[in-house]
């Protein structure tokens, strides 16, 4: 599961998805940039939980399902990226 952080807005706004397909999708909407969401798809294949990327205002989390409600829960109160 991945817990997508986007730090453009303000406040920060939180998406969760299993599907890494998915993912490049949200991060192309965010940033506008097909070439952004390739390399970041690339990267996703790979992460085993506890991971995450910062791709500039993006934080992905690679979370275990049960890990990924509680972290979505939290919201834009977390300091914590």
């Given amino acids: 599961m991945f817990v997508v952080r ?9 998406m969760v998805s299993n599907d ?6 949200i991060v192309i909407g965010i940033t506008g940039d097909e070439t ?4 970041v798809l ?3 294949g790979h992460m085993i939980f506890g991971q995450f990327l910062v791709w500039g205002p993006l934080v992905i989390r ?20």
């Fill in 6 to 14: 986007d730090w453009t807005r303000n406040p920060s706004y939180t």
């Fill in 62 to 81: 690679c979370v275990p399902d049960e890990d990924a409600q509680s972290l979505y829960l939290k919201g834009e109160n977390d300091a914590d990226h």
């Fill in 36 to 39: 952004i969401g390739d390399h």
């Fill in 20 to 25: 890494v397909k998915d993912v490049r999708d």
């Fill in 42 to 44: 690339l990267h996703l």
